[in-house]
């Protein structure tokens, strides 16, 4: 996790009472955790768009986990954005169908955060 996301989650949380060390513990435990990524996905024809895009996917699904609400994401421009960005809210789905309870915990937060 880079430190530009790691201080974004902070600063998103701390306006819902998570301390900073509580913020880190959860993401720190949630990047153990196996994800179980698509064996196909819509841009296995360009490998390192596939690569960006299972990244994201990973990323994105483990923050949800973390029950944590990135949302400045989306800025990111360029040649592989739109592996990015699909990765990233295909990951997040992904997680809110598998872990619900998390869903609900962000609620709204989650939702104002995909593009």
């Not at 360029?78 to 990015?84: C, I």
Request: aromatic share 8%; charged share 30%.
């Amino acid at each position: 996790m880079d430190a530009i996301r790691l201080f974004v989650a902070i600063l998103i949380l701390m306006g819902n009472a998570y301390s900073s060390d509580d913020v880190i513990a959860r993401i720190e435990l949630a990047r153990k955790l196996e994800v179980p990524v698509p064996k196909a996905t819509p841009y296995d024809s360009d490998p390192k768009a596939r690569e960006i895009y299972l990244e994201e996917y990973t990323k994105a699904y483990r923050l949800v986990v973390a029950e944590v609400v990135v949302g400045c994401h989306m800025t990111v421009n360029g040649r592989y954005k739109a592996a990015m960005q699909d990765g990233w809210n295909d990951g997040r789905r992904a997680a809110m169908r598998r872990y619900p309870e998390k869903a609900a915990k962000l609620g709204s937060s989650l939702e104002s955060a995909v593009p």
